[in-house]
């Protein structure tokens, strides 16, 4: 629970800055004040206008009593986990009790970081004496890195209402915001719960058998009568089948190009946060179907390489190290990349490359290293696919800029189509994907490579 503090110096000092005068008080004093320059005309209204002027101080002080005569009138506390989520809405609450023996009419002033840019968090309530509430607000980090909350600010208004006083809670907090961990426990509970399919993860047939035997079970209908087994039929005299089980260790290697195709923003958050957020849970994906998870984080150099595990805390690993990631954009070499692959994985991989090729010409002048390393290993290229195209597509223009602007959009999308078919061309496997499709597109690629047995 936080504590309430207030600024340090004498108790003097510490009761005017806790002290706050409202609206209130300053309407009622333009009006004694009117009411006073009125009895320069109506001299009959002086001593009446006193008496009011009497009453008005009376009730400040009476105000001014109900709201310090308790050191501890009010209690609250801000409800903030140590992580937030990247580009998810993570939900914060603020607690409050009443412990005056009256009815309190209270205004919070919460102080979330600057870089959300919110100044006008600010909850009313009435709230009744020894009663408790709880608000709710979501906050949606776009950025990675430590954030400050500030403090928690509560003005408890008097009786009558001319004054208030404010109660501090709770010390700044810095609060690390992470790559999208809500998005990778959502596809686990949903991949628990079997309604994965809900959210476009797909159900793929598989096809043919893994290679990796498992079990010799009871024959029961459904089965594929290839997969009997007349040794251990006859012994037991009854149909036996062999099971067999999807192959698993195999290392599955996200490569995250931090270069500076990877700065376009969209909703708020850079192409480079969406691969971010994917490879972790497409990791987190690998590791629960038993297969190997590892990184490596380039641009003009290779900064970080974390070799492929199955270790129960490499999911950890993996979430330390894409938080830690920082980059300044620059253009990424890939000549480095290829001579880290070949150096680095010798057991055949699985390698999902996220990058962003905007030119046909931009892909082909890195179309050799992609193409060398895919000799090697499994590559699956995945590359984003500008949304607001569609809607100068969709657009119908009013007026010649209106016409160049939707020309060069169709000719960027059949820039993006012509990409796809040379990589495929080449042996490379594609993904094309909006930015907020680009989890769910990921997850779906990597299935289908289990399916069909290529990893």
Do not use: W
Request: aromatic share 12%; glycine share 6%.
């Amino acid at each position: 629970m936080a504590v309430d503090r207030q600024s340090g110096g004498s108790p003097i000092v510490r009761f005017i800055k806790s002290l706050y005068l409202a609206n209130l008080f300053f309407f009622a004093l333009a009006l004694c004040v009117a009411g006073f320059f009125a009895c320069f005309i109506f001299e009959e209204y002086f001593y009446p206008m006193q008496f009011v002027s009497g009453v008005f101080c009376v009730f400040i002080l009476l105000d001014i009593f109900t709201v310090f005569r308790q050191k501890k009138g009010i209690v609250a506390s801000r409800n903030c986990p140590d992580r937030l989520s990247n580009g998810d809405q993570n939900t914060i609450s603020v607690s409050i009790t009443n412990k005056y023996p009256f009815k309190a009419r209270i205004k919070i002033v919460e102080e979330v970081p600057f870089l959300f840019q919110k100044r006008d968090l600010i909850f009313k309530t009435l709230l009744d004496a020894g009663r408790s509430e709880v608000f709710y607000y979501d906050l949606r980090p776009t950025r990675r890195g430590v954030y400050q909350f500030g403090a928690l600010n509560v003005y408890v208004a008097g009786l009558f209402g001319f004054v208030s006083r404010r109660h501090i809670f709770g010390e700044h907090k810095d609060v690390a915001v992470y790559p999208s961990f809500i998005e990778m426990h959502k596809y686990e509970l949903l991949a628990a719960s079997h309604r994965l399919t809900d959210y476009g993860v797909k159900r793929i047939r598989r096809i043919g058998h893994a290679a990796e035997f498992d079990h010799i079970k009871h024959y029961i209908p459904g089965d594929d009568p290839r997969t009997i087994n007349y040794k251990a039929t006859a012994r037991m005299n009854r149909l036996m089948v062999n099971a067999y089980q999807e192959e698993k260790s195999q290392p599955v290697y996200c490569l995250i190009d931090k270069g500076r195709t990877m700065k376009m923003p969209f909703n708020g958050l850079t192409l480079l946060d969406y691969a971010i957020n994917s490879s972790l849970t497409v990791c987190s994906t690998a590791l629960n179907k038993g297969d190997k998870a590892g990184l490596i984080t380039f641009s003009k150099g290779i900064d970080e390489i974390l070799p492929a595990d199955k270790h129960r805390r490499q999911r950890n690993r993996i979430l330390e190290t894409l938080y830690a990631q920082q980059t300044d954009f620059k253009e990424a070499d890939y000549e480095r990349l290829y001579v880290t692959v070949r150096r680095k994985l010798t057991q055949r991989s699985l390698i999902i490359l996220y990058t962003n090729f905007e030119t046909l010409n931009g892909m082909r002048r890195q179309l050799k290293y992609l193409g060398s390393m895919a000799k090697d290993h499994l590559v699956l290229v995945a590359f984003f696919l500008n949304s607001e195209f569609n809607e100068a597509l969709d657009a119908i223009p009013a007026n010649m800029e209106e016409i160049f602007r939707k020309g060069i959009a169709e000719k960027l999308s059949y820039d993006k189509l012509l990409i796809v078919k040379e990589l495929n061309r080449h042996g490379i496997y594609t993904v094309l994907s909006k930015p907020g499709n680009l989890t769910i597109d990921s997850i779906n690629k990597y299935l289908e490579f289990k399916s069909k047995g290529l990893i």
